[in-house]
């Protein structure tokens, strides 16, 4: 059984930066993701591991955001720098690929993952 618990959400001011946490067990490493919800929209991805190290970022946060691993932890981190009031959302850690062929667009999908955790709050004030 897969079980993923965010952490690390809460409010910040515009400009300012948090570091979100997704702890793992029984399933760690490739296909995790980072997706977030704001109320009234669908769920996107923001970013997420592929195979051989390959990461996924939404345009919307490159260069702000940064999505890594601690193996020995099993750990997932999403570092976000820079934060709009627009990055306000839920963010929830997902995980398992379940169908299709990765890429950087199927990553940022919600169909292909299988584990969900409950989600976390960020609240960006302008």
């Known amino acids: 059984q897969v079980e993923l618990v965010e952490s690390g959400g809460g409010s910040v001011q515009a400009g300012g930066s948090l570091r979100l946490s997704c702890a793992a067990s029984?399933?760690?490493?490739?296909?995790m993701a980072w997706f977030r919800q704001a109320p009234g929209k669908e769920r996107e991805g923001v970013a997420a591991?592929?195979?051989?190290?390959?990461?996924a970022y939404a345009d919307s946060v490159k260069g702000r955001f940064t999505i890594s691993q601690d193996n020995a932890k099993k750990i997932m981190y999403l570092q976000m720098n820079n934060l709009k009031p627009e990055d306000t959302a839920m963010y929830y850690c997902?995980?398992?690929?379940?169908?299709?062929?990765?890429?950087?667009?199927?990553?940022?999908?919600?169909?292909?993952?299988?584990?969900w955790g409950q989600g976390t709050q960020v609240t960006v004030s302008s």
């Open positions: 997902a995980a398992i690929w379940s169908g299709g062929a990765w890429s950087e667009i199927s990553a940022l999908t919600v169909d292909p993952y299988a584990y």
């Open positions: 029984g399933h760690f490493g490739n296909y």
């Open positions: 591991f592929g195979y051989s190290d390959k990461i």
